[in-house]
């Protein structure tokens, strides 16, 4: 879908900046080990096909990271994602969450079997119902709180008030234990009880148990106004990270030579608890464990929206952290089983050497990049535009002029200036790679990711990259005459306005 609509720098996408965010320093205790594919029983050339067909039917993975036998055998990230940067998890989120509950029921601290009302006494209806009074931490955790779907939608994680007094307000139609219906609201009900019993955020309990033990620095997590980490979702943290924690559940809990987490609960948590469906080839439908999905073939995950996965391979001893901005999250597991999975079934043990296809490997993943807008010949517009600035009529996202022009230091490299509410803001964006910028613009906080290039006569092409998020944005500058019109196509969400902005010459 083609949408008319303002730049970025004024487009919010149900952006975390809105809510608080924790962070914990945590000193990394070493990365995972790193090994050649085939001495771990995988062909180099199964991982370029699975690269290779990622590309083409996925539109966009941003980085990938493969662990067999312990060892990483395969990572890349498309530019201008980059290993060192953290990515946000969204419900991948709600695993963590759930790791947390696990944790504290080993310390004593609660009981599945706890009722929800235990808690929160203070904040519960003055007349709860009985199936309220009937939910259960099992039933949080299941995603079987008795809610229907339409109850959930808008649900206020940014109220001023109490948010688990607002949950616990939810009308809960069905007997907890019933009825599966995806539950954000009762994620973060469980990162408020974790807090409850052990006085800490889910972020700070965390950080001693299972941060610092898997060496996963300086983790983020967003927070509620009443300061409790949103438990569902706004955890970020890196790629391997994701990866670290997926070998700590494919080890059943232990990590470093340590017992990290009880064995008991990696069963219990990754089993299917609630039936959410009965299709067989979707991996949506083959039931739900403790923020645990499970998978076709035998795989459990757990994962966010947009493509934010941790794929643990009981069987193959084998896990695969994945991150990336896309609708298609089906598809994105559709390629792990048709191309990943053959190569992990086929060899347990080492394979001879193959230094050609691991050199091609290599190769491949050190040139990642996600498309760039792809520059014709320099047309005349590009020439006439410099210095020209466009004005708009008011709007309601304040913004109030651009002007583009060709860089000083480089004729390849573009800047585009910006006055946003009254304040100009500048954006370089060179052709052919990108620009990594740590500031945001305008009402788009965090750091971006640029390149652009002229693709039509008429016709200036950027995007933008929020590469710590999902999200991603190519607009087009188009000018006719005395105007210019943005528009903007987002990659995985719609803009909230869809109107028209044209600016005209000043």
Not at 20 to 45: D, F, H
Not at 208 to 222: D, K, S
Request: glycine residues 8%.
């Amino acid at each position: 879908m083609r949408i008319i609509a303002p730049a970025f720098w004024f487009i919010s996408l149900l952006s975390l900046t809105s809510l608080p965010v924790a962070s914990t320093a945590a000193p990394a205790t070493g990365r995972l080990p790193r090994s050649t594919p085939e001495a771990q029983g995988v062909s180099s050339t199964a991982l370029l096909d699975f690269v290779a067909a990622a590309e083409e039917k996925v539109n966009a993975l941003h980085s990938f990271m493969l662990v067999r036998h312990g060892h990483v055998i395969a990572e890349g990230w498309w530019a201008p994602y980059a290993a060192d940067e953290l990515h946000e998890m969204y419900s991948l989120s709600k695993s963590f969450t759930s790791t947390a509950v696990g944790l504290a029921i080993a310390e004593g601290k609660l009981s599945v079997d706890d009722p929800v009302l235990k808690f929160f006494p203070d904040e519960a209806p003055g007349k709860p119902s009985a199936n309220l009074r009937a939910m259960r931490v099992r039933d949080l955790l299941t995603m079987s709180a008795g809610h229907h779907r339409e109850d959930l939608q808008g649900f206020p994680y940014d109220s001023d008030e109490s948010v688990v007094k607002k949950f616990l307000a939810l009308p809960v139609t069905h007997k907890p234990g019933t009825f599966f219906v995806y539950n954000t609201p009762a994620s973060y009900t469980l990162s408020a009880i974790v807090q409850n019993v052990t006085g800490e955020s889910v972020l700070e309990y965390l950080r001693p148990r299972l941060f610092e033990p898997l060496g996963i620095a300086h983790p983020e997590w967003a927070t509620s106004k009443q300061g409790v980490s949103l438990g569902g979702f706004g955890l970020s943290i890196r790629t391997e990270d994701i990866a670290k924690f997926g070998q700590l559940y494919l080890q059943r809990g232990h990590y470093g030579g340590k017992q990290i987490l009880p064995s008991a609960w990696v069963d219990t948590a990754t089993s299917r608890w609630m039936s959410n469906g009965s299709t067989p080839a979707s991996d949506w439908e083959q039931g739900y464990g403790f923020q645990f999905w499970r998978c076709r073939h035998g795989v459990f995950r757990g994962d966010g929206a947009h493509g934010q996965f941790c794929i643990v391979f009981p069987q193959y001893d084998a896990v695969l952290a994945l991150t990336g901005g896309t609708r298609d999250l089906q598809g994105v597991l559709n390629v792990v089983w048709d191309r990943i999975l053959p190569a992990l079934q086929a060899n347990p043990g080492p394979l001879p050497g193959d230094a050609a296809a691991h050199a091609r490997l290599q190769q491949k993943l050190a040139r990642l990049s996600l498309p760039m807008p792809v520059a014709i010949e320099t047309p005349p517009l590009a020439r006439s535009t410099p210095g020209q600035r466009y004005i708009f009529s008011e709007n309601n996202q304040g913004v109030e002029a651009l002007m583009l022009n060709p860089s000083t230091a480089d004729p390849k490299t573009a800047e585009l200036t910006v006055t946003f509410a009254g304040a100009e803001q500048r954006l370089v964006i060179p052709n052919g790679s990108w620009r990594q910028s740590k500031t945001g613009l305008g009402a788009s906080a965090g750091p971006i990711g640029t390149s652009g290039a002229w693709t039509a006569p008429d016709t200036f092409t950027f995007d933008v990259v929020r590469y710590r998020t999902p999200f991603a944005i190519r607009y087009r500058l188009r000018f006719a005459g005395d105007t210019v019109t943005v528009d903007a196509q987002p990659n995985v969400r719609a803009p909230v306005s869809s109107a028209a902005f044209v600016g005209q010459r000043q």
